[in-house]
């Protein structure tokens, strides 16, 4: 019979000449082992260092899980993964506004028989202006999704990912270790993700699971044309393209780094704010982000 997760299995047999003697009963409990295949969930896969990161997971052996709105994207994506001969993606079509968004994400992986072995929480965006000039429920919008869904998503599989001694690798920006006037909720939702993923890191790493920082500066993505404003000439010197930002982030995760900073220019940003008042960074981000774009 079946417990549960159990097996229970009975078996009889008689010993003895005649057909006397005792009958005996063996009773062999077992547990019924259930193979989930492991994978990789990512988050805003529909483009950018999104798309790149599924490429580069899949290219080396990770069966991927794609997360995004636009399902038409993610389907093209996953062809182009599946023709490459790797084992075809999972496509979830999942708005992360949404507050059951996590909860949906769980339910499709169950439902495909899959476990989580790594988590890439890509997904953010931000809006570009003054916080009190710009609609506010689209700013608790940028909360939703680059804080309350990453958290979450960060927390939901810490299970299987000590299980499969796996990691997650969370999306920062070099925007976390500055104050931003106009951007002022994308630039303080980063720099909660910079404090929360270094800490949960070292709460993490005695459970054999790695968890990684990368915080690239301007990468042209769709990312600006949905903030609303133009690259300028910051753009143009700090410049990453994705697909070299979601290489370095790959191999930083593998190699248990704690942060990546794509590009000598980031590289730099973190020492160099070191040298300077918190009141002066302040003041030149706000002269540098207010100005007309």
Known sequence: ???????????????????????????????????SERVTLITGASAGIGAELARVFAARGHRVALVARRADRLAALASEIAAGGTAAPIVIACDLHAADASDKISAALAEAGAEVEYVVNNAGYGLFGRAAELDRADQLGIIDVNIRAL???????????IRNRGGILNMGSVAGFLPGPGMATYYASKAYVLSFTEALRQELAPRGVRVTLVCPGPVPTEFQNRAGFKPGFDSAILNVPPAAVAKQAYHGLMANKRIVLPGLGIKMVPTALRFFPR???????????LRKR
């Open 1 to 35: 019979m079946q417990d549960g997760s159990h097996v229970i299995t009975s078996l009889c047999f008689s010993s003895g000449a005649n057909g006397q003697g005792a009958v005996v009963f063996l009773f062999v409990y077992a547990r019924a082992v259930i193979v």
């Open 151 to 161: 958290t979450d998503l960060s927390l939901r599989f810490t299970d299987s990912l």
């Open 279 to 289: 009141g002066f960074i302040l003041g030149a981000v706000g002269r540098f982000q």
